[in-house]
């Protein structure tokens, strides 16, 4: 992650609330010293953008570096610098293993190495336990353990399985009972991902949710998982599926739409490592400065207070 664009956290704010306001339409395109102004005025003015104090901004949705890197203590260094200068206060991080299916021993390291970010960093990193629901009776064990004795905030399932397969429902049903979300990798396109066949979808993640009522999922990548439209119309049927807005993808209404057609209250604000995209689609968003400080901080501080 290059950082090196990164000045003062008011520059940074300044140019990505014109960058943000252009994407949705405005006519902040102007280079002019009175337009940047304008924009850095809107910046400090908003309170509900990051870096903003009418409450915490919290990043649903991010990864450490794998260990197998030499230089993962330098990258997640630079992560936490990035999350500064963007005002994000708390990142809900994993680690998955480069080649999947993780293994049980797999994913057992990758979140132990979580744990020990969690104490490198502690109050900015919160963890996601990592699992493989293949190896049902160890994910358990793993989840119980990540939850109850590191403090652990959820759970991260990818595609090893798609989310309505039976193997997955142990996995849930452990979520539920100990409060915490799941964020699932997911992903809806006009063709397959070869690399990817057992990949879940916004409408699977709406079948799951009406299957469990009581447990609180999150749609991954609203900006990374392909033809978001659909997704955001898949989720109408699925009232405890909350959609994460990471990404890369900034296309202009995205976060319009999903607010209008889910409501504000089930979307939170994630980047997935699109830092800048994260927060300027959130900053740029023809919505009000209560419901964008909902989608940055709010609705996701709810979630981890389900434990109490």
Not at 69 to 79: A, V
Not at 181 to 210: K, M, T
């Amino acid at each position: 992650m290059d950082t090196t664009g990164f000045v003062t956290r008011r520059s940074f704010l300044g140019t990505s609330a014109a960058v943000g306001l252009a994407l949705a339409g405005r006519r902040y395109v102007s280079s002019s010293a009175g337009r940047l102004e304008a924009a850095e005025a809107e910046a400090a003015a908003d309170s509900s953008g990051a870096g903003g104090k009418a409450g915490p901004v919290i990043d649903c949705h991010a990864h450490l570096t794998h260990h197998s890197r030499k230089d993962y203590q330098e990258r997640d260094r630079r992560l936490i610098e990035a999350a500064d200068k963007l005002g994000i206060d708390q990142l809900c991080c994993s680690i998955l293993t480069p080649r999947r299916p993780a293994t049980a021993d797999g994913f057992r390291q990758c979140n132990l190495w979580v744990a020990e970010a969690m104490k490198r960093f502690k109050g900015r990193v919160l963890g996601y336990c990592y699992v493989n629901p293949g190896y049902t009776r160890e994910a358990l064990e793993e989840i119980r353990r990540c939850v109850e004795e590191r403090g652990f905030i959820g759970i991260k399932l990818y595609n090893e399985y798609r989310c309505t397969e039976p193997v997955v429902f142990p996995v849930v049903e452990l979520a539920i009972e100990l409060r915490v979300p799941i964020l699932h990798h997911a992903g809806h396109g006009h063709y397959p991902f070869p690399n990817q066949p057992r990949i879940s979808d916004g409408g699977d993640l709406a079948e799951l949710g009406r299957r469990y009522p009581e447990a609180r999922l999150i749609c991954a990548h609203i900006g990374g998982g392909g033809d978001w439209e659909w997704t955001i119309k898949a989720l109408r049927h699925g009232d405890n599926v909350f959609l994460d807005t990471s990404g890369s993808v900034v296309d202009e209404g995205m976060i319009e739409l999903a607010a209008r057609v889910l409501g504000v209250a089930r979307l939170v604000f994630g980047c997935d490592m699109s830092m800048t995209a994260g927060v300027g689609k959130i900053r740029g968003a023809r919505l009000t400065p209560e419901a964008k400080q909902k989608i940055l901080g709010g609705n996701m501080r709810r979630l981890l207070e389900m434990r109490g």
